[in-house]
């Protein structure tokens, strides 16, 4: 038991702070496992394929400035519809007379008037159409805000790596704390066993009665049923850390209780450094989105250009000749001149969404501001609670030593001497407790500071 109680008494939770509060002396392991974390974790992979859909929507925009070639065709088939009558032999026909009786002939064929159908009969018209935008604002303003959408979507990922960082801690530390209670319960039911025998002892020899001995043994089963909680505990929080990592839930966790440095509390430097905080760049890129969006809205005064260059064949009956080969290059200029104050409307709309993320900048920034002063205060007491007990912790082994002394010379009811077990044990749990907690308050500021390294 004493070698026990010397270990956690040398597990003295002190950590260590820059001027803003970033955390060093970080177990190795620990960080083997965030590495872990942060490249097998389901949640984060599920980001990360939102942040690739992002990269193909940019690419998609920039593509739009390239030039475009489509194939394209079209065939009719006609019967009747309207006409365009030519009087063909109304006017060359009495010409042709005169002309075959001049020359006693008949060598001027008398002709017939011509029908021509409007609508082309067995026509054909195939192209490729290759079409260049020369001046398009809206495809500029396209890509520009695609390109915040990807800022937007790279710190959503970052906020998410940052929540799982410190969920990995504190499932960590969990572990650890559940881990020492097992530890404690299992050196407690130690005490209890060596105790039953000096009552075993003691009552055959006539010194005690029975009383002892089975308040003892009712101790030992009540230590076995805290035990056998305390084991689910170790397995409910393994699991949920390895669910973190993605990893099989039954794999064992190692917890390196021996890589702790740190300096004294007093030398922690509180600030409220939350510049590096990725919910403020989110509302920072959305605004940035809202202003290109006004100028989108406004992008109706620069006029459009596109150049074409059609490259084709079009004739009747199928043919393919040097008549039938054409191309054509042309531009084309659309210029919105009016639109009944529709643009200015949506111009209204989105200087109300920038007013509202400007708001909720602010409020967010204040919101995190106090998240980090709550992480600094809620430290102190962890750590406070931490030293206060450990040193309960001593007191209450050299209490428990002494009465044991006492108990073993016939002098102290077995009730007491339960009693100063029952403080030591209670003592060690909040030893145990208390390192995890102050733990876990130091990866809050972590959080709340956006300290971690990504």
Same mark, same amino acid.
């Given at each position: 038991?004493?070698?026990?109680?010397?270990?956690?008494?040398?597990?003295?939770?002190?950590?260590?702070?820059?001027?803003?509060?970033?955390?060093?002396?970080?177990? %190795?392991?620990?960080?083997?496992?965030?590495?872990?974390? #942060?490249?097998?974790?389901?949640?984060?992979?599920?980001?990360?394929?939102?942040?690739?859909?992002?990269?193909?929507? #940019?690419?998609?925009?920039?593509?739009?400035?390239?030039?475009? @070639?489509?194939?394209? /065709?079209?065939?009719?088939?006609?019967?009747?519809?309207?006409?365009?009558?030519?009087?063909?032999?109304?006017?060359?026909?009495?010409?042709?007379?005169?002309?075959?009786?001049?020359?006693?002939?008949?060598?001027?064929?008398?002709?017939?008037?011509?029908?021509?159908?409007?609508?082309?009969? &067995?026509?054909?018209?195939?192209?490729?159409?290759?079409?260049?935008?020369? @001046?398009?604002?809206?495809?500029?303003?396209?890509?520009?805000?695609?390109?915040?959408?990807?800022?937007?979507?790279?710190?959503? @990922?970052?906020?998410?790596?940052?929540?799982?960082? %410190?969920?990995?801690?504190?499932?960590?530390?969990?572990?650890?704390?559940?881990?020492?209670?097992?530890?404690?319960?299992?050196?407690?039911?130690?005490?209890?066993?060596?105790?039953?025998?000096?009552?075993?002892?003691?009552?055959?020899?006539?010194?005690?009665?029975?009383?002892?001995?089975?308040?003892?043994?009712?101790? %030992?089963?009540?230590?076995?049923?805290?035990?056998?909680?305390?084991?689910?505990?170790?397995?409910?929080?393994?699991?949920?850390?390895?669910?973190?990592?993605?990893?099989?839930?039954?794999?064992?966790?190692?917890?390196?209780?021996?890589?702790?440095?740190?300096?004294?509390? /007093?030398?922690?430097?509180? /600030?409220?450094?939350?510049?590096?905080?990725?919910?403020?760049?989110?509302?920072?890129?959305?605004?940035?989105?809202?202003?290109?969006?006004?100028?989108?809205? &406004?992008?109706?005064?620069?006029?459009?250009?596109?150049?074409?260059?059609?490259? /084709?064949?079009?004739?009747?009956?199928?043919?393919?000749?040097?008549?039938?080969?054409?191309?054509?290059?042309?531009?084309?200029?659309?210029?919105?001149?009016?639109?009944?104050?529709?643009? %200015?409307?949506?111009?209204?709309?989105?200087?109300?969404? #920038?007013?509202?993320?400007?708001?909720?900048?602010?409020?967010?920034?204040?919101?995190?501001?106090?998240?980090?002063?709550?992480?600094?205060?809620?430290?102190?007491?962890?750590?406070?609670?931490?030293?206060?007990?450990?040193?309960?912790?001593?007191?209450?082994?050299?209490?428990?030593?002494?009465?044991?002394?006492?108990?073993?010379?016939?002098?102290?009811?077995?009730?007491?001497?339960?009693?100063?077990?029952?403080?030591?044990?209670?003592?060690?749990?909040?030893?145990?407790?208390? @390192?995890?907690?102050?733990?876990?308050?130091?990866?809050?500021?972590?959080?709340?500071?956006?300290?971690?390294?990504?």
């Amino acid at each position: 038991m004493s070698t026990s109680i010397i270990k956690t008494t040398m597990f003295i939770i002190v950590l260590a702070f820059s001027g803003y509060g970033t955390i060093y002396g970080q177990q %190795k392991k620990l960080d083997d496992y965030l590495h872990q974390a #942060l490249a097998s974790n389901e949640g984060l992979q599920q980001k990360q394929f939102q942040l690739d859909k992002a990269l193909y929507s #940019l690419k998609e925009a920039k593509a739009l400035f390239m030039p475009s @070639i489509s194939l394209m /065709g079209s065939y009719l088939k006609d019967a009747g519809g309207r006409a365009i009558e030519f009087p063909v032999g109304d006017l060359l026909n009495p010409v042709y007379s005169t002309l075959n009786q001049l020359t006693s002939s008949s060598n001027f064929p008398k002709l017939q008037n011509v029908s021509i159908p409007l609508n082309p009969d &067995n026509f054909y018209d195939a192209k490729f159409r290759t079409v260049l935008p020369i @001046i398009n604002a809206e495809i500029w303003y396209n890509q520009k805000i695609k390109n915040q959408l990807i800022n937007i979507q790279q710190a959503t @990922i970052n906020v998410y790596k940052r929540q799982l960082v %410190k969920d990995v801690k504190d499932a960590y530390y969990h572990c650890y704390q559940t881990g020492k209670e097992i530890e404690i319960y299992q050196n407690a039911l130690k005490l209890v066993n060596e105790n039953i025998r000096v009552n075993e002892s003691l009552y055959r020899n006539g010194v005690k009665n029975s009383t002892s001995l089975t308040r003892a043994q009712a101790e %030992k089963q009540k230590i076995e049923t805290a035990l056998t909680n305390a084991t689910n505990n170790r397995k409910n929080a393994l699991m949920y850390f390895n669910f973190l990592l993605n990893q099989p839930l039954d794999n064992d966790v190692f917890i390196d209780t021996t890589a702790i440095n740190g300096i004294d509390i /007093g030398n922690v430097t509180h /600030g409220n450094d939350i510049s590096k905080r990725e919910e403020l760049g989110q509302l920072r890129y959305t605004s940035n989105i809202y202003n290109l969006n006004h100028g989108l809205q &406004n992008s109706h005064m620069i006029p459009k250009l596109n150049t074409f260059l059609d490259l /084709g064949s079009q004739g009747f009956n199928w043919k393919v000749d040097d008549k039938s080969r054409y191309y054509m290059w042309g531009v084309n200029l659309q210029w919105d001149l009016f639109a009944s104050n529709q643009y %200015k409307y949506k111009a209204k709309q989105v200087d109300e969404d #920038l007013k509202t993320v400007k708001s909720q900048e602010q409020e967010t920034e204040k919101a995190l501001q106090m998240q980090l002063q709550t992480a600094y205060n809620n430290f102190n007491s962890a750590f406070a609670s931490c030293r206060n007990a450990q040193q309960q912790l001593a007191l209450a082994e050299k209490y428990y030593k002494d009465q044991l002394k006492i108990y073993k010379e016939g002098q102290l009811l077995y009730i007491e001497l339960l009693d100063a077990q029952n403080q030591l044990i209670s003592a060690e749990l909040q030893v145990s407790v208390a @390192i995890a907690n102050t733990r876990i308050a130091a990866a809050e500021i972590e959080r709340s500071n956006a300290s971690y390294p990504l």
